[in-house]
């Protein structure tokens, strides 16, 4: 199994500013994807992080509103950019050890635009 | 995207009662898993279903992948309070997880 970090939990920022959560798994993984979650709702993938290169972007999600980064095989950075308020919602991380789709996820961070 | 119908949206029971609830699709997949997201938490994996027709245990929980493909049931027996929750079903689909709308239980003691 994996155990997967987030930080920070939660923040409130103003709009127009950034914010990059960090995402920690305790052991090497083969791959590391980012959710989003508005409250109340399901999960949506933003991107599959991927080590050394570019992340793959999912439909209605843009490398410049939501840069990601993945230098190794335990850690990776989702930057919420030019925050509006429509960006609130909870962020997730997740991470495979083994088959693709059965994800370890972590706690998530919940972010507040003001 | 292909959308993930569950259903019921949410559901308010007794505990010690048991619990069905299920996941439709338009489209044919060859992977469905069921994920229980806990308040403040994210989603944990509770049964991953690879072939059609197969039904899989975990304690008290079961599954089934339908044999049309389209669709899964997730079965609870003997409900407890932390049960409450929740439930995604969710279908792999090219190395990603596209999730089901969920349903959300609550168990009164």
């Known amino acids: 199994s994996a155990v997967i970090s987030q930080k920070p939990s939660r923040d409130i920022c103003q709009r127009g500013t950034s914010l990059t959560i960090q995402c920690q798994v305790d052991?090497?993984?083969?791959?590391m994807f980012w959710y989003r979650q508005q409250p109340g709702q399901s999960l949506t993938l933003i991107a599959t992080?991927?080590?050394?290169?570019?992340?793959?972007?999912e439909s209605g999600f843009v490398i410049d509103k939501f840069p990601i980064s993945r230098p190794n095989l335990t850690f990776s950075t989702l930057t919420v950019s030019n925050m509006s308020p429509e960006d609130s919602s909870i962020y997730l991380c997740?991470?495979?050890?083994?088959?693709?789709?059965?994800?370890?996820f972590g706690p998530g961070t919940r972010l507040t635009v003001t | 995207g292909q959308q993930l119908n569950q259903s019921p949206q949410s559901m308010f029971i007794q505990e010690g009662e048991d619990v069905s609830m299920n996941c439709t699709s338009s489209?044919?997949?060859?992977?469905w898993l069921w994920y229980k997201q806990d308040p403040g938490e994210g989603p944990v994996l509770l049964i991953a279903?690879?072939?059609?027709?197969e039904l899989t245990s975990n304690g008290r929980l079961t599954a089934q992948f339908g044999i049309t493909r389209k669709d899964s049931f997730l079965n609870i027996s003997a409900s407890i309070p932390s049960d409450v929750g929740i439930y995604f079903c969710?279908?792999?689909?090219?190395?990603?997880?596209?999730f089901g709308t969920g349903t959300r239980l609550q168990v009164f003691p």
């Open positions: 997740s991470a495979v050890l083994g088959q693709v789709y059965e994800q370890y």
């Open positions: 052991s090497q993984v083969t791959m």
């Open positions: 992080a991927n080590q050394g290169s570019e992340a793959t972007y």
């Open positions: 489209s044919i997949f060859n992977t």
């Open positions: 279903l690879y072939k059609a027709g």
């Open positions: 969710t279908r792999g689909d090219t190395d990603k997880l596209i």
